[in-house]
């Protein structure tokens, strides 16, 4: 059993930056491959960004593309998501997942990731 605990959420303003941290336990960090996915009042969960458990690639949905990074540390048993010029339509709930060995393209669908974070706001707004 595999537990996530998010961090790093909060209130900035358009424009602005945020990073989110991830750590896990209970398991092989390693054999995971790590996803992000929000999700804002009234609307399905959305996919975000993804990092595989071999070879470090990395996906992103197109409105991630160029703004948003994801990276790992498996010393640390944590992903990150690190996102600038943050747009209102950004402002949900932000979850990190964990899914076993998976690649593309079931890495990029939420219905295949195993264990989820509790999820951190993350509200943009002047």
């Known amino acids: 059993q595999v537990q996530l605990v998010e961090s790093g959420g909060g209130l900035v303003q358009p424009g602005g930056s945020l990073g989110l941290s991830c750590v896990a336990s209970?398991?092989?960090?390693?054999?995971?491959?790590m996803g992000w996915f929000r999700q804002a009042p009234d609307k399905e969960r959305e996919f975000v960004a993804a990092?595989?458990?071999?070879?470090?690639?990395?996906y992103y949905e197109e409105f991630a593309k160029d703004r948003f990074a994801i990276t790992r540390d498996n010393a640390k048993n944590t992903v990150f998501l690190r996102m600038n010029s943050l747009r209102p339509e950004d402002t949900a709930v932000y979850y990190c997942?964990?899914?076993?060995?998976?690649?593309?393209?079931?890495?990029?669908?939420?219905?295949?990731?195993?264990?989820w974070g509790q999820g951190t706001q993350v509200t943009v707004s002047s």
């Open positions: 997942a964990a899914a076993y060995q998976t690649t593309f393209p079931k890495i990029v669908v939420h219905n295949e990731y195993h264990y």
């Open positions: 209970g398991g092989t960090f390693s054999s995971y491959s």
């Open positions: 990092i595989t458990w071999i070879r470090n690639i990395t």
